[in-house]
């Protein structure tokens, strides 16, 4: 049975940091392409990073650039998002996901979601 669980989020101050993680289990961690969403109320699921699955190529969306890191831990099976200088506008649900593609920052065909955890920032 295929597992996905997001964790790390909370409530932080502007300009505060989190890292989240992605723990998987029952699938072949190395053949996916791995990658975060967020869902801001009342607003659509959007991408926002996504890893290539072997060479570790790494995607962002413009507002995260610069702020936010994807990585991977093969051997762990487990996919982390550092994020810094957080802003009130990055407050959302963010999920993790495991797809077949890197449709740039979005992860493409996903097959598997995480249940989402949350992150609020304060301002």
């Known amino acids: 049975q295929v597992q996905v669980v997001a964790s790390g989020g909370g409530l932080v101050q502007a300009g505060g940091s989190l890292k989240l993680s992605c723990t998987t289990s029952?699938?072949?961690?190395?053949?996916?392409?791995m990658g975060w969403f967020r869902q801001a109320p009342g607003k659509l699921r959007e991408g926002i990073s996504c890893?290539?699955?072997?060479?570790?190529?790494?995607y962002y969306k413009n507002s995260v650039e610069g702020r936010f890191t994807i990585s991977k831990d093969s051997v762990k099976k487990t996919l982390y998002l550092q994020m810094n200088s957080l802003k009130p506008e990055d407050t959302a649900m963010y999920y993790c996901a495991a797809g077949s593609g890197c449709a740039s920052y979005e992860t493409a065909n996903v097959a598997y979601w995480g249940q989402g955890t949350q992150v609020t920032v304060s301002s």
């Open positions: 890893i290539t699955r072997s060479s570790g190529r790494v």
């Open positions: 029952g699938l072949i961690f190395d053949d996916y392409y």
